[in-house]
């Protein structure tokens, strides 16, 4: 899009809202029992300072500007921003009228202009992906994208084995125990290294996939959800294709977290959401099939459509036609800022914490410092305890005590853990506060 264009739609927006009401900067305490809304007025966001995307991160001025554009809440310090992204004010104006014009126009508007909107949200997301329309497909969310491409892939056999790793998201492990029963296929899994590395990720997919020369299907996340881990995707798929094991790719957390180009990753199928760090509104996904596979996956519930087109694999029924519309806004927002910029800022606010609390005896940070490993998302354990229990009284106490939203995870090999992610709303002073919070907790034993 246009600066020029982009310009437009932002004054639209803002003229289409209510006057501010005085004293509602992001988190100020007269925000305090009052519910956000596309009414308050937020300026417009500043030019982005010149300099490496690095430096920029750094320029506090300026990401306040942008902290500004999020109607937070100061209930809670949100570091938890991996469940689902916040709209900023734009894009939840954006929402807001086309929420309007769906229902005030309702079925007209549906079937004879809707199209046109459905149609520039698909460009822009493939555009974005760097891939073509054709191969680009709206789903739910990337949970409902990958069932659909681990349920519908026709290559396995009875003889063969399909694999996933420990940090793979429980519901694609679930879909892969499904599929494999199907075919009455062989399930094996290994157990990542802790905390990865780049060569030991990809020495431990190698060392799984010649002991298992029957692997047929691959499970692969780009960016975890346990820990933060980002995987070598390419590295791993050249692995496994030059083995004969096909590589279906969970990027749900990586589309606006780090920069995501599916063609640079090398896989032929991948499922990404866009209301987790896109921050578009709930509701929205989308599944990748190279144009060249197609065929591996089949058509969805007796479909009738042509078999070179992707929209013949996925049925969703009637999606929400004002989130899918808001996604060319939610792009608009997140290209303002600019991928590689926001993907500096969130990882440099994560490195403004996990660097104390690496030295705070007892806090056991499980994802490496090593670059390209690692976005916002970073997981610990605190004095050795990988229980369920004890990970949920500690985001508890974390919460109850000390004002920080975090969350336990389940899953990884040598125990639970406690998952903290920031967003762009979040200041380093944030992180601050959580590792006062480690360095207090530590000593007290938990």
Same mark, same amino acid.
């Given at each position: 899009m246009s !600066?020029? #264009? *982009? &310009?437009?739609l932002r004054t639209a927006a803002l003229a289409s809202v209510a006057v501010a009401l005085p004293g509602c900067a992001a988190g100020s305490r007269? &925000? %305090? @029992? #009052? =519910? =956000? /809304?596309a009414g308050d007025l937020v300026a417009p966001l500043p030019p982005r300072p010149a300099g490496s995307p690095e430096t920029v991160a750094r320029d506090e001025a300026y990401w306040s500007a942008v902290a500004a554009q999020y109607r937070i809440t100061d209930r809670t310090t949100n570091l938890e921003a991996g469940y689902f992204g916040m709209m900023p004010a734009p894009v939840l104006a954006a929402y807001h009228r086309h929420i309007d014009r769906v229902n005030r126009e309702s079925s007209f508007f549906a079937r004879t202009e809707y199209g046109a909107f459905a149609r520039e =949200? *698909? +460009? %822009? /997301?493939a555009a974005a992906l760097g891939v073509e329309a054709g191969e680009v497909a709206f789903s739910r969310n990337a949970t409902e994208a990958l069932q659909t491409l681990i349920g519908q892939y026709n290559r396995l056999r009875s003889s063969d084995v399909v694999m996933y790793a420990d940090l793979d998201y429980p519901a694609m492990q679930q879909a892969m125990n499904a599929r494999a029963a199907r075919a009455g296929a062989e399930v094996v899994t290994l157990d990542l290294p +802790? !905390? @990865?590395?780049r060569a030991s990720v990809i020495e431990a997919y190698r060392a799984a996939l010649d002991a298992n020369p029957r692997t047929r299907l691959l499970l692969l996340t780009h960016t975890n959800n346990k820990t933060g881990l980002i995987h070598p995707v390419r590295e791993v798929v050249e692995l496994a294709e030059a083995r004969g094991v096909d590589v279906i790719v969970d990027a749900a957390h990586s589309f606006g977290q780090v920069p995501l180009d599916l063609r640079e990753l090398g896989a032929a199928w991948v499922g990404v959401n866009l209301h987790k760090w896109v921050g578009a509104p709930i509701g929205v996904g989308a599944l990748y099939i190279r144009r060249d596979a197609l065929a591996a996956i089949d058509r969805a519930h007796g479909d009738e459509g042509p078999l070179d087109r992707i929209d013949s694999r996925i049925h969703t029924g009637t999606l929400n036609f004002a989130a899918l519309m808001t996604v060319p806004d939610a792009l608009d927002f997140q290209e303002e800022i600019g991928v590689p910029y926001k993907a500096a800022r969130l990882r440099y606010l994560r490195d403004a914490w996990v660097g104390p609390a690496r030295e705070i005896p007892g806090v056991d940070i499980l994802t490496p410092d090593e670059p390209g490993t690692v976005g916002a998302l970073t997981s610990f354990r605190l004095n050795g305890d990988g229980s369920r229990d004890g990970n949920v009284e500690l985001a508890r106490v974390l919460r109850e005590e000390f004002g920080l939203f975090t969350v336990y995870r389940s899953g990884p090999a040598r125990g639970d853990c406690v998952r903290v992610t920031p967003s762009l709303y979040n200041a380093p002073r944030d992180g601050e506060r959580l590792v006062q919070a480690l360095a207090i907790l530590a000593e007290r034993g938990g």
């Open positions: !600066p020029t #264009r *982009r &310009d437009f007269s &925000d %305090r @029992g #009052r =519910a =956000a /809304t =949200a *698909r +460009e %822009r /997301t +802790e !905390p @990865g590395t």
